[in-house]
């Protein structure tokens, strides 16, 4: 009978180590989205969230990271991930809520992962709100302002549940700042947003700025709809007592029947009719045709997300004890074709300094 110990014995008087086979169970986890695959936030985010996979070699090759963006799964040698949508830009209501939380609780019980990543505002409030204090640990991004609100955070030193992330900063002062110096003229600007989860908070701290005298313009009026007949009326009656507008979120509107009207609908309307400067917050919105931003970036809000999410799966941290972090800002971003509509000349040094978009999406809608 031939022992292991004699094995052992043969192969160290070959010269030879032995080989010993211990397969390492693969991680799993699962990505939830708050919104849906064709939005440009979510783009941005996932490219973030891949390029973050691949430095911490979750993922084995960039054909892996493709595969995942196309089909929502992936499995590599050393991960399973599986990505969700929650999609509540197009479906807002409370049932529509109560059943996209229904769904992907029934996805964790059935998945088990090892981690839940959950992108953005609704996705922690309804998704986070069920995992609370669970033995599952929860990394989110995205969220707007201090992610105190929701209940997850008992502080911001020490979140004290199984749940940490990255938050959303914003840059609107930068944003108006940067506006003020591609059109010096202008002195006076009105807020432009649909009336939702994400959007209120922006709101909030763009009055805020403007009421400690912060900003480089004078805040004259909001306009916070989800009626996209109201913000197309407000819209064109404030044009004429404006210099500029502030352009947030207005991907949550519905027709006067009620019918979900898509953001680059909303944009390419605003474009079309609309001649007056505007600041964004984000890039998706310059990318969508928007004049410029001091871009508050998807792209490192869920980058750095997974570098938490790395520390907790593979060094073991308790993300109770990790406090929730914001990533820089992203570039300054000017969009050429809109400043040719407007008649805007950029100078040589903001050509310079800032990333530039010669494109609309939503006037190739």
Not at 127 to 140: A, C, E, K, M, N
Not at 287 to 305: F, R, V, W
Not at 356 to 365: G, T
């Amino acid at each position: 009978m031939i022992t292991p110990l004699f094995l052992l014995a043969l192969c160290i008087g070959l010269g030879q180590a032995p080989t010993v086979h211990a397969t390492a169970a693969k991680k799993r986890i699962l990505v939830v989205s708050s919104y849906h695959k064709e939005y440009l936030w979510s783009q941005s985010t996932q490219k973030g969230l891949v390029a973050s996979l691949q430095e911490h070699r979750y993922l084995d090759t960039a054909q892996q990271g493709d595969a995942f963006t196309r089909t929502d799964h992936v499995e590599s040698s050393k991960a399973v991930i599986r990505k969700e949508w929650m999609d509540t830009r197009r479906f807002n209501s409370q049932a529509a809520l109560a059943a996209a939380t229904q769904r992907i609780m029934q996805v964790v019980q059935d998945f088990r992962p090892d981690l839940v990543m959950l992108g953005d505002d609704n996705a922690v409030r309804y998704i986070g709100g069920q995992l609370l204090d669970s033995t599952t640990p929860i990394v989110f991004w995205g969220v707007n302002g201090l992610p105190l609100k929701y209940g997850l955070v008992d502080n911001m030193d020490r979140p004290g549940h199984n749940v940490t992330g990255v938050w959303q900063q914003g840059y609107p002062k930068e944003s108006l700042q940067l506006l003020h110096r591609v059109v010096p003229a202008a002195r006076t600007f009105a807020i432009l947003a649909c009336d939702s989860e994400t959007s209120r908070p922006w709101v909030k701290q763009i009055q805020s700025l403007a009421r400690e005298g912060q900003l480089p313009l004078q805040l004259v009026a909001t306009v916070m709809t989800n009626s996209f007949e109201e913000f197309k009326d407000q819209t064109l009656a404030l044009t004429n007592k404006v210099d500029a507008f502030f352009v947030l979120n207005h991907d949550t509107m519905k027709d006067a029947r009620g019918k979900y009207v898509e953001m680059l609908t909303v944009g390419k309307w605003y474009l079309e009719n609309i001649k007056k400067p505007e600041a964004t917050d984000q890039d998706q919105f310059v990318l969508e045709g928007m004049l410029l931003t001091a871009n508050d970036y998807g792209y490192n809000q869920s980058y750095l997300a997974f570098g938490i999410a790395y520390e907790i799966l593979e060094q073991g941290l308790n993300p109770g004890h990790i406090r929730p972090r914001t990533p820089p800002r992203g570039p300054f971003m000017l969009n050429t074709l809109r400043a040719d509509m407007l008649g805007i000349e950029i100078t040589n040094e903001l050509r310079k300094e800032a990333q530039l978009v010669h494109s609309a999406a939503a006037l190739e809608k």
